[in-house]
């Protein structure tokens, strides 16, 4: 059963997401994100200057004149949403932890997809395939998925990107647009990434609250890795240590992001301190600069 809480989330994240795909995203999503090809629409009248190789010998045959095939894009594409539900997706300092941004932005892409008559697939993981949401049209279907992720509970608390990515793979043979929503914080999985990357279209979102990436000046501090229940407390204003906290977060930062470069793998920095907007926009902008 669905709380009246979620259900309240849910339609105002529609409200938002759809004014957003419709004012910003749905032209740019269109342009970035192609069909496999070519497909067979009709055939009409050849006119000087067509190319002779799409002539239709055997209709033209029948009908006493010539005509040509006309193509059009195969547009339709499958979109696949891969949702980090671990428990450090629960964390959050600013205004919203991790998962809720990531329901957000799964429907801003998924609203921008079934505006372009795409289907939109899901799969919700932590270090097991939590669920599997089949790709599919339609804006019931998007609203679906967006319950689904606000209400979602999970079994297990850590992270395997590798078992996702080898699921997407099982799961998905033609190719597919990818977007893996994280933190990234996994076992190495550079060598399933790269897989996946070959087979798909893969986007990776990292997503980033300030307090992972530095820690102010707050006296002892008591921390609890959300994945492991590894407890420990620190003294906050001891600056060698936070200096050695920033360094250390910005060194697998930087690790993270030259590995994703290495297998030419796009990728957006989400901060929970900032508009997610701005960082999509950015990237919209940037693709499409690749495509010209």
């Keep these: 059963m669905i709380s009246n809480e979620i259900l309240k989330k849910v339609k105002k994240i529609e409200i938002i997401t759809s004014r957003l795909v419709n004012d910003i995203f749905a032209g740019e999503y269109h342009s970035i994100f192609k069909g496999q090809g070519m497909e067979f629409s009709e055939v009409r009248d050849y006119t000087i200057g067509d190319d002779i190789r799409t002539i239709d010998w055997n209709v033209s ?168 229940g590894e407890e420990l407390i620190v003294e906050t204003s001891n600056p060698l240590f936070r200096k050695k906290f920033a360094s250390e977060t910005q060194k697998k930062s930087m690790e993270r992001i030259k590995m994703f470069n290495s297998i030419n793998l796009d990728h957006i920095e989400i901060l929970t301190d900032r508009s997610y907007i701005t960082s999509l926009v950015s990237f919209f902008k940037e693709r499409m600069k690749k495509l010209r």
């Excluded at 539900?85 to 990531?102: L, P, Q, R």
């Excluded at 998925?145 to 509970?153: K, P, V, Y």
């Excluded at 992972?212 to 921390?223: N, P, R």
């Design 61 to 228: 045959a029948r009908m006493g004149s010539l005509y040509v095939k006309k193509y059009v894009e195969e547009r339709e594409l499958t979109v696949i949403l891969l949702i980090d539900m671990s428990s450090s997706s629960k964390f959050g300092t600013v205004n919203s932890m991790k998962s809720e941004i990531a329901a957000e932005i799964s429907a801003l892409l998924a609203f921008s997809a079934i505006k372009n008559n795409d289907k939109v697939g899901v799969i919700i993981f932590t270090d097991k395939i939590e669920k599997y949401i089949p790709p599919k049209k339609g804006r019931m279907h998007t609203l679906r998925i967006i319950r689904e992720i606000l209400s979602f509970e999970p079994e297990h608390t850590n992270t395997d990107l590798n078992i996702a990515l080898d699921y997407l793979n099982k799961v998905i043979k033609r190719k597919a647009i990818v977007f893996i929503l994280s933190d990234f914080i996994s076992p190495d999985y550079s060598r399933s990434l790269a897989t996946s990357n070959k087979r798909h279209d893969v986007i990776a979102l990292s997503l980033t609250d300030p307090k992972e990436k530095e820690i102010g000046q707050s006296g002892f501090l008591y921390l609890e890795d959300a994945e492991t």
